[in-house]
């Protein structure tokens, strides 16, 4: 009677461990891997930002803003790299920004909705360059749109 009660409550664990390691496993499988590892990490990121920011560095729309122009004493490795660590943490991946808040650093440089289409559309090119696919784009693109009040201060075109 003993070893009935034993085999029944064993078999009741096993069923249950079972299940239980089946549920997980479909868990995991639906799961989709955050946008930072569909882009290929912080190396995929970093390339991405190199080339935006030389992008950026050298347009001649931003660079018709005399606030963005003096305001440009930030080092271009500094802003890559705090580009990078803003990206990477935006994306899902382990990174924590360590800049300014992005208000703050922008309140003043009188961006206009003129300079924000001259800045995505160098974000578009060095996202084209590096072919990361069109939902992966469209994610990145988002994410950025989603600073854009904390960005534009005037919204007449210039
Ligand atoms: C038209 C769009 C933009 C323009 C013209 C612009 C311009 C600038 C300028 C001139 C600086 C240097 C400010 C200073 O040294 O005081 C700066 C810093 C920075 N910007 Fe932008 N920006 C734009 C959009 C963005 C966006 C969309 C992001 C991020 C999603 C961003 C992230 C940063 C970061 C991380 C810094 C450095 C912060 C720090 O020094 O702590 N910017 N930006």
């Known amino acids: 009677m003993k070893s009935i009660k034993?085999?029944?409550?064993?078999?009741?664990?096993?069923?249950?461990?079972?299940l239980s390691g089946i549920s997980i496993s479909t868990a995991q499988e639906k799961v989709q891997p955050?946008?930072?590892e569909r882009l290929g990490g912080i190396h995929a990121i970093a390339t991405?930002?190199?080339?935006?920011?030389?992008?950026?560095?050298?347009?001649?729309?931003?660079?018709?803003?005399?606030?963005?122009k003096q305001a440009m004493?930030?080092?271009?490795?500094?802003?890559?790299?705090?580009?990078?660590?803003?990206?990477g943490q935006a994306t899902g991946g382990p990174q924590k920004y360590t800049g300014r808040s992005l208000k703050e650093v922008h309140k003043n440089l009188n961006i206009s909705e003129?300079?924000?289409?001259?800045?995505?559309?160098?974000l578009k090119a060095s996202l084209n360059k590096f072919k990361v696919p069109d939902k992966e784009q469209q994610e990145v693109i988002s994410i950025?749109?989603?600073?854009?009040?904390?960005?534009v201060t005037v919204s007449n075109i210039k």
């Not at 004493?73 to 990206?87: D, I, M, S």
């Not at 003129?114 to 160098?122: N, S």
């Not at 950025?144 to 960005?151: L, M």
Request: overall charge negative; proline content about 4%.
């Open 6 to 18: 034993n085999f029944s409550l064993i078999f009741i664990a096993l069923t249950f461990i079972l």
């Open 34 to 36: 955050s946008l930072y």
């Open 48 to 68: 991405v930002v190199d080339d935006f920011v030389e992008r950026v560095w050298v347009n001649d729309v931003l660079n018709q803003n005399p606030k963005n």
């Open 73 to 87: 004493g930030l080092e271009k490795p500094a802003l890559k790299y705090l580009a990078t660590e803003l990206l």
């Open 114 to 122: 003129k300079e924000w289409d001259a800045f995505m559309a160098d």
């Open 144 to 151: 950025v749109n989603s600073t854009k009040p904390d960005i």
